[in-house]
């Protein structure tokens, strides 16, 4: 038989206190992360590109979804650029 699992107290600003499963309700962004991962050339764009069409048309509680495609290239550089690092030539896109 599964046990119940014990919820950490958490102190608020004024006192009040919420369990740490209201903080993260309180918190949640409510988002959804897809990814699609695959080696160069694969078509991993391709395949990105059928979810993010279909969840463009969707909408959720009235509202429209936003959808957006990253890849990890971009962090990648970002990451190297900000700490001055040369990057390798094969993540020079």
């Known amino acids: ?9 958490i102190e608020t600003v ?4 919420k369990t ?8 949640a ?13 694969s078509g991993t ?3 990105a590109s059928q979810p993010k ?3 463009e ?3 959720i509680n009235g509202e429209s979804v936003d959808v957006e495609i990253v890849k990890a290239k971009t962090f990648m550089n970002d990451w190297a650029e900000e700490r001055s690092i040369d990057k390798p030539r094969r993540f020079r896109y």
């Not at 038989?1 to 107290?9: F, Q, Y």
């Not at 004024?14 to 206190?17: I, K, P, V």
């Open 29 to 41: 962004a409510h988002e959804l992360i897809f990814a699609v991962v695959g080696h160069v050339g």
């Open 53 to 55: 069409s279909a969840l």
């Open 1 to 9: 038989m599964a046990t119940k699992p014990k919820v950490a107290k």
């Open 14 to 17: 004024n006192q009040r206190q």
């Open 20 to 27: 740490s499963q209201q903080e993260a309700v309180a918190d």
């Open 57 to 59: 048309d969707m909408q």
């Open 45 to 47: 764009s391709e395949i």
